[in-house]
């Protein structure tokens, strides 16, 4: 079985993903991040296309979540 890479994202990406995951919509993501609607968008989409590209799942806010809790457990 591989090992899979920790998927690097930013500070805000994290930040926003981890708001999302623990069940604020966007626009409260948005919100707390000081940042508009479609920038913490992006932040998601961003973070979504580097989980899949290191091989992980990330479509719903479920696999979002396994992906950016399991990386924190490393």
Do not use: C, H, W
């Not at 090992?3 to 948005?30: K, M």
């Amino acid at each position: 079985m591989a090992i899979r890479q920790q998927t690097r994202l930013s500070p805000s990406e994290a930040r926003a993903v981890r708001l999302f995951v623990d069940g604020a919509s966007i626009q409260e993501v948005a919100d707390d991040l000081g940042v508009a609607y479609e920038t913490a968008r992006t932040f998601l989409r961003r973070s979504r296309e580097k989980y899949r590209r290191n091989g992980r799942s990330a479509s719903t806010r479920t696999e979002l979540r396994e992906s950016f809790y399991a990386d924190r457990a490393r």
